[in-house]
């Protein structure tokens, strides 16, 4: 895997704020993003900020899927459940993917910048690395990066909590990684909306405290349930469910799931937890 050192960026988008968090601590923060995603209680991990220097990981935690609804496709004669879905970037550090066009493979390949930033607030990238590839997507009319997501829908267990046994899938969902809507301003490097482009060129992203939006009437934001019974079952998202993308490891390589518990109901479907 190549691996670029110390490069650096022209203009600090990701300044660092008062770096006196000296403690970790789990807390619950309220996300209204104007009225897009509607409210959701964000565990967000507060920790002594790292020192200029070091490497500042980005951290994707799935916020619940939302606007939950059944479509039936009269042109496939499919049921869809259709939601829309949200990840968004509560590390130190930006989720940073570039493209680069490889001559020998006719791929657009994609590779992950880790940045860290020096005693003046100036970022820089320490390192990038390969991560996968950018496809063109004809539906959005854009690129995406591939593999970002995994939509799931699970039984429930006996206690009540996600099952084992995966009814539905849609294993390899791709994205074109903007930041949407900022969840969370408090962050130690939040900043301003950076990542806007979708195009083959323009590095794509997540900035700190921001969230990357896919609504439920887009392609690809459903699950077939064509045959699935009416009951209780749990919608599961996951970001990164093949782990390629690097945040640092310990909770945050483990904190990328989110799930919603539901009814479904002929052509009705209720969130229940």
Same mark, same amino acid.
């Given at each position: ?97 570039? #493209? =680069?066009? +490889? ?6 390949? %994609?590779?992950?910048? @880790?940045?860290?930033?020096?005693? !003046? /607030? ?15 997507? #004809? =539906?959005? +009319? ?6 970002? %997501?995994?939509?799931? @829908?699970?039984?429930?267990?006996? !206690? /009540? ?113």
């Amino acid at each position: 895997m190549p691996v670029m050192n110390v490069t650096k960026r022209k203009q600090s988008v990701f300044p660092p704020g008062p770096q006196n968090r000296s403690f970790v601590k789990w807390f619950p923060t309220l996300v209204c993003a104007a009225g897009l995603l509607g409210c959701f209680a964000l565990a967000v991990r507060v920790a002594q900020a790292n020192p200029p220097g070091t490497i500042h990981y980005p951290d994707l935690q799935t916020l619940p899927p939302y606007d939950i609804r059944i479509q039936n496709d009269p042109g496939t004669h499919q049921k869809l459940l259709r939601f829309s879905n949200a990840i968004a970037n509560l590390g130190e550090g930006p989720m940073e993917v570039v #493209p =680069q066009n +490889n001559a020998v493979t006719g791929t657009t390949d %994609a590779y992950q910048r @880790l940045y860290s930033h020096d005693a !003046d /607030g100036n970022w820089y990238v320490v390192s990038t690395t390969y991560v996968g590839t950018f496809v063109f997507h #004809p =539906q959005h +009319n854009h690129w995406h990066f591939e593999n970002f %997501a995994r939509y799931e @829908l699970h039984d429930v267990a006996p !206690d /009540g909590s996600v099952g084992g046994t995966v009814l539905a899938s849609n294993s390899k969902v791709s994205f074109c990684l903007t930041d949407s809507v900022l969840v969370d301003s408090s962050l130690e490097h939040v900043g301003a909306q950076t990542y806007v482009d979708c195009d083959q060129v323009d590095p794509q992203g997540i900035s700190v405290g921001w969230a990357d939006v896919y609504a439920s009437s887009l392609f690809g934001q459903s699950l077939d349930i064509t045959g699935i019974r009416n009951g209780d079952y749990w919608i599961v998202s996951t970001a990164d469910p093949d782990n390629l993308l690097n945040e640092g490891g310990g909770a945050a390589e483990s904190n990328n799931t989110a799930a919603v518990k539901l009814r479904i109901k002929g052509g009705k479907v209720t969130v229940i937890r």
